[in-house]
């Protein structure tokens, strides 16, 4: 720890409830100047909701916070920008259109005063070199990667003079490579002087990055330590209350029938630019193959052309033998094609829809659900009921609209929905995304099972030790093009890492 | 000290209700500002309007009579709102309704009401739906803004009529007039009793019924709600956007089809110019109805009958009280006008800056 031991935030007995659940129930938190603090939990532990209590967005229903020793009110986000906090939230809230700086001053000139872009733009520039935070200044949003909007992000809290920053799941949607940057950027702020709350549900960057963790269970703090004095196991010991032993997965020897045939597809992406190029493959039944590279690559439209939401503009896809190159999305469900998108909150729900009706989202035709031209709703209710306690979701209740649940928990949903289904063809992105230890273990769990029932599966994941211990391929996707496919026995991340960044699997070899 | 909005994580059930109830209350208070300025007592005026609405037989049979057109046009709209299509056309797609309706009986054909009604109900369902379709078909195709295409369809559906009764359908004994002659006696509509509330309104409250099941129970009903709430995810979900777009303005315009219908056959017994309330026209109205009722079928007839009451009352203070006819009309933006603003604090809540804000630098 650098610094004094000055106290940047403390929040003592914090509660603040929701119909039908206590997210935050009495939680003390000490973030010291100069620390970077890891929040630990399971899906729906109450992490955000703390964080938005901090940075105002929610007002506590008990409790007080004092940053640097002097207790304070927190109305809305502006009052928390005054005190030098700063939060990242998951999804960005930038303008495409708008370069770099102007998002960054966005909303920071008022009236008579405003900004001035090219002044801002040096500090911009300054402060990116001085925290190693690599974006140009000049560049329009739309031309960044996720990665690189994080950065911004970090740069728009730097700019407006945050001391504290809050950061929910940054890892969440970054590359190993990208992330390793991020922790480099999150160091030279320590060492500046800033204090930082970090959540991650992984482990091993939990230990590689934080001075203390505080792990909440259920709403409640139980237990503040330091990194030093501790280990995964028992980290997660203390955020489940028992073990989690990490399985191996072994592949099934024989495979079926090919489920997925794609063949010398060409696809464009949303702004009619090429996305796919000549992209030929198959999965066999029983089989896992997964698809790796670094987002952007094409990995988008891809898993829309093989769900039938995307129609290639060459080549043939074959689902089961039937050629369903120009089927519509609908005649893939009912072929047997189960889709796990990216964007869960955008594509995969109807966030003002209870839990029962996204359960039905994609199944509402068949028999099950149906009674006539009606929604058997008794059946949607009793199958949300289900799932809700096989995938330990964690919700008041099946009738609680999308929109509330924990980002954790609305990864559940969307994955219980899609994985029990009678499907032939599974495709799935990121699967374990943002998903707590238990969860993450539990599904994969079910994806081992399913392929050894016999099901062919996409994986589509931007972390390869995932991809190394469930698939039984590996393709990796660079510039819409396939640079190679490996097993995954023989894969090693050394030289997946290399076709990642363009070099063909002959050159890699 | 400034002032901005802020959107609400946490959504509020009691606004959700409080919203339309203060909206109407609101209104009324303003339109009292105005009322006094004018030099009227607005109790008395209130008073009476209440008393004529409601408090009489005579009244609320007029006032059902008003609802009736209210209540299919509001459910036609309720379900084009429902999926996030804005039709502004009901008032076109009840001229040309009406004027589907009469041509069944411009034909000559005269038979018994078992067999005249269905046939004018059919065309006035028929040529209201293809109204409709003009501008969802412009929409799935061109993707063409349907608030104008459907706003501007009014003018021309209105215009259509006019021509029609002003030259071929034009009755020679009408002394000038521009209306149809009187239908046939089996051209006209069952009226209840001896008041001027007819079958209609029963039809409406049957369609009511259909519209609960149809898009709160049905299959399609939460193809259209999940359209409405989250397009993309209804494409992820398999769902035909485009035939439920073309779906949902058949029945929409249909229905407003039905109510110039029920208008002619029930009320006016012919074509004329009027048919719906020059100061207020149904097919406006039903747009604040459908949004008032928050979008739900039992709402849509509720706000329609008291929506009712608010014409029959209007008309009432405008003979007794010499107040002029357009105190219905202002009321009636008012209402829309709170509505509106009030479902913005509903989702958004108003902060104010006490500091000045952080410079640039
Ligand atoms: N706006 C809301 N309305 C109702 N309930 C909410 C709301 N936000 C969160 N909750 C509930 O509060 C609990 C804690 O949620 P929170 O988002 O803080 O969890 P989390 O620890 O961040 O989980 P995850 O790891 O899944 O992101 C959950 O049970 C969630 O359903
Ligand atoms: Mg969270």
Redesign the pocket.
Known sequence: MVGGNKIAVALSGITKRFPGVIANDQVDLELLEGEIHTLLGENGAG??TLMNVLTGIYRPDAGTISIWGKAVQLENPKDAIEQGIGMVHQSFKLVPTHTVTENIVLGLGRGLAPVKIEEAQTKVAELSAQYGVKVDPAAYVWQLSIGEQQRVEILKILFRGAKILLL??PTAVLTPQEADELFVTLRSMRAKGHSIVF?SHKLDEVMAISDRVTVLRGGKNVGTVLVKDTNPQSLSNLMVGREIKFATFPRKEALGDPVLEVEGVHALNSRGLPALRDITFSVAAGEILGFAGVAGNGQQELAEVITGLLEPTAGSVRVNGVDMTRESARRFIDAGVSYVPADRHGVATVADMSLSHNFVLRRYREPKFAKGPFLNFAAAVGYARRLIKEFNISTPSHATPIRSL???NLQKVILAREMTTRHRLLVVMSATRGLDVGATEFVRETLNEHRHKGRAIVLISEDLEELLSLTNRIAVLFHGEIMGILDADKAEIASLGLMMAGQAQAEVA | MAMRLELRLERSRKLEVLVPVVSVLLSLVVCAVLLLSTGTNPLTAYGAMLKEAFGTSYGFGEVLVKATPLILCGLGVMLAFKMMFWNIGAEGQLHMGAWGATAVVMTGWDASAWLMIPAMMLGGFAAGALWALIPAYLKVKLNTNEIITTLLLNYVAILWVAHFIYGPWKDPTSFGFPMTKQFPDGAQLLRFGDSRVHLGLVFALLIAVALYFIQEKSRWGFEIAVTGSNPRAAEYAGMNAGRNILLVMLLSGGLAGIAGMVEVSGIQLKLLKDISPHAAPYGYTAIIIAWLARRNPWGVVLVSILMGGLYVGGETVQITMKLPVNIVLIIQALILFFVLGGDILSRYRLVFDRKEALSGG
């Open positions: 992490k955000s929910d799941e959540i924990s980002g954790g």
